[in-house]
């Protein structure tokens, strides 16, 4: 192993080294090689280490073609970034994340500048998973998760029930979680994809509790919480992400929150995701042991994330209407929430054919369908017959995605997928 993963074993023992997989064992940051040297270098007269282009004036070479287009500082988007993301902007949303989760009152990382959350989970995948291992999740996960987790990583999807009944199923994930012993691994998806559903405080704290329980039974649990849509809660679901707590529940416990501007700041395209670890126990020299893991798995896949969507996001951080206009948005998707529940509760003929299941924040709301009822069929019969798109899932589901539907066309979205089933 090379000693410089070595040290960084050494520094975080415990719980954080024994959930790391045989890759994430032997990650580090190369603080050794070009990149330290070309740090050195730093501030330099002549500096000939970096590969990028500068003019003769200083700046970064660029074309006016691309630079026209782009309010942003040059030194703030051709450069390469930092490999951990651009310091001022970990710093930014570190602040954020505490501020919306004003529970959390332990010390957690610096978050991980990634390229969105779908790299992250990758990411995850290479420093925790090994081939074999066990993720325990809900059976409604998003789809990707196989290509990540099992086709890349080698690991193994163990799905219980979501629901029962109106509920989330917290019995099927004790059953789940309590299976064999040792290394544990426990993915969350709140607000869930493809649902839409975010437990109720209630069943936040029974959630909490079957970990915390299987802690105390001496299973090392990894908690992974893919928080793509956070913030995104219309009616009774948890306010905070489970972060806030898991982040200081039991000393067997490490979480990692994946979040990032993709939903949160309605910037998609963009690709700027976030890692942030906690863990009852860790102190700084360890966190910063996990971020160097992470940052080096990073210099070694993308080695780093877009600049200019970095500086971009940072300043609409600091800008001072950035809270009013997110407001803005997210008042027009709960608009959109409220008339989904109000036409469902107002057409009861429609249950002939599909029922809701629960749904309560996020962009994602699923119908069931009646017996008999073949979802791949009601899907090519809405784009063949009713110019309408819909996402047909196993299970005799649909996903609706609310979220991309105006107010006044919600109506007849639902009216067109009744006459599908109909037809």
């Not at 997989?21 to 040297?37: D, V």
């Not at 993709?262 to 996990?290: N, P, V």
């Not at 699923?366 to 899932?393: F, M, N, S």
């Amino acid at each position: 192993m090379n000693p410089q993963a070595d040290a960084l074993n050494k520094t975080l023992k415990g719980t954080a080294l024994a959930l790391l997989s045989k890759k994430g064992k032997a990650a580090f940051w190369p603080r050794l090689g070009i990149l330290q040297q070309t740090l050195d270098a730093r501030g330099k007269e002549l500096d000939a280490t970096i590969g990028t282009a500068v003019g003769d004036d200083g700046t970064p070479m660029r074309l006016p073609a691309v630079a026209s287009h782009l309010d942003v500082e040059p030194k703030a988007a051709y450069p390469y970034a930092p490999g951990m993301g651009v310091m001022a902007l970990r710093e930014a949303w570190k602040t954020e994340l505490k501020a919306k989760n004003p529970s959390l009152n332990s010390e957690i990382s610096l978050p991980i500048v990634t390229a969105g959350l779908t790299h992250g989970l990758s990411l995850i995948g290479s420093l925790f998973v090994d081939p074999g291992t066990e993720i325990v999740l809900p059976d409604l996960f998003w789809g990707n998760y196989k290509r990540i987790f099992e086709h890349i990583h080698g690991g193994k999807l163990v799905p219980f029930e979501t629901f029962k009944g109106s509920e989330f199923n917290t019995e099927g994930l004790k059953e789940a979680l309590g299976r064999g012993e040792g290394k544990k691994i426990l993915l969350l998806n709140f607000p869930n994809n493809p649902s839409g559903y975010t437990p109720t405080e209630q069943e936040a704290e029974a959630i909490l509790a079957v970990i915390k329980e299987n802690a105390e039974a001496g299973d090392k649990i990894f908690v992974i919480l893919d928080d793509a849509y956070f913030g995104l809660q219309y009616a009774d679901g948890m306010q905070e992400s489970l972060f806030a707590k898991l982040a200081n529940l039991h000393k067997s416990v490490l979480a990692v929150k994946v979040d990032g501007a993709t939903k949160e700041e309605f910037m998609w395209g963009f690709r700027i995701g976030f890692l942030t670890y906690g863990a009852w126990g860790l102190d700084s020299d360890a966190y910063q042991a996990l971020v160097e893991k992470t940052a080096g798995t990073i210099r070694a896949t993308v080695s780093n994330c877009n600049h200019p969507g970095q500086s971009l996001l940072l300043q609409a951080l600091k800008d001072p209407d950035h809270q009013r206009e997110k407001l803005q948005k997210l008042n027009t998707l709960k608009a959109r929430y409220e008339k989904v529940k109000e036409v469902l509760e107002k057409h009861e003929e429609y249950q002939e054919y599909f029922e809701a299941l629960p749904f309560n924040s996020g962009y994602f709301m699923c119908l069931k369908l009646k017996e008999g009822i073949d979802p791949e069929k009601v899907r090519q019969t809405l784009l063949k017959d009713y110019d309408t798109g819909v996402i047909a899932l196993p299970s005799g589901l649909l996903r609706i995605a609310y979220s991309g539907i105006p107010v006044a066309k919600i109506p007849t979205l639902f009216e067109n997928i009744s006459s599908a089933c109909k037809d």
